[in-house]
């Protein structure tokens, strides 16, 4: 039989309690559960907060040309956040 190998991982700790998910009943699951929830959305503005250059609205069109749903109240947030609203 072969012998077990223990695969050790180093991570933050704050990497270690955060997920990303986007869907309402496993965020729900994960905050039960003590850990922090961000969104597809939340991690494109946080790539835009450290400086990444990219149209958020190209990157919301993507998604959604990819059968992701967002509502019209997280665009507008995001637009928002990220500089792109007219």
């Given amino acids: 039989m072969p012998e077990a190998q223990e695969i050790v ?36 503005l946080r790539a835009k907060n450290e400086g990444y250059q990219f149209s958020m609205q190209e990157a919301i069109d993507r998604m959604k040309a990819r059968g992701i749903w967002l509502s019209d109240r997280v665009i507008k947030f995001a637009l928002v956040q990220a500089g792109e609203t007219h």
Avoid: F, K, M, W
Wanted: charge should be positive; proline fraction near 3%; aromatic fraction near 0%.
């Fill in 9 to 44: 991982i180093n991570t933050s700790p704050i990497i270690a309690l955060t997920v990303v998910i986007d869907e309402a009943a496993g965020r729900r699951v994960a905050r039960l559960n003590g850990l922090s929830v961000t969104g597809s959305i939340g991690i494109l």
